[in-house]
């Protein structure tokens, strides 16, 4: 059997603002200590867009560990 700490896991992210906006909207979320990884993408110019995507991930990040 395999367990998942057995495991070396390597992240990274990048995001692009696009040809519509002039700043870039999405949020980022790399913790793989603890097998998390999520992409907020932001709301295409809408109105903070960016404060939209950026609270996801911060309440992804308040989230507790899932226990083994």
């Known amino acids: ?3 998942a700490s057995q ?3 390597t992240s990274s992210s990048r995001s692009d ?3 519509v906006c002039k700043i870039n909207e999405d ?3 790399d913790e793989a200590d ?3 990884w999520a992409v907020a993408d932001g709301m295409g ?3 903070v867009g960016d404060l939209a995507s950026r609270l996801v991930i ?3 990040k ?3 560990p899932l226990s083994a």
């Open 58 to 60: 911060d309440a992804l």
């Open 62 to 64: 308040r989230l507790a």
């Open 1 to 3: 059997m395999i367990c």
């Open 27 to 29: 949020a980022c979320l």
């Open 17 to 19: 603002a696009g040809c």
């Open 7 to 9: 495991f070396r896991w």
């Open 45 to 47: 110019a809408h109105a």
């Open 34 to 36: 603890l097998g998390r």
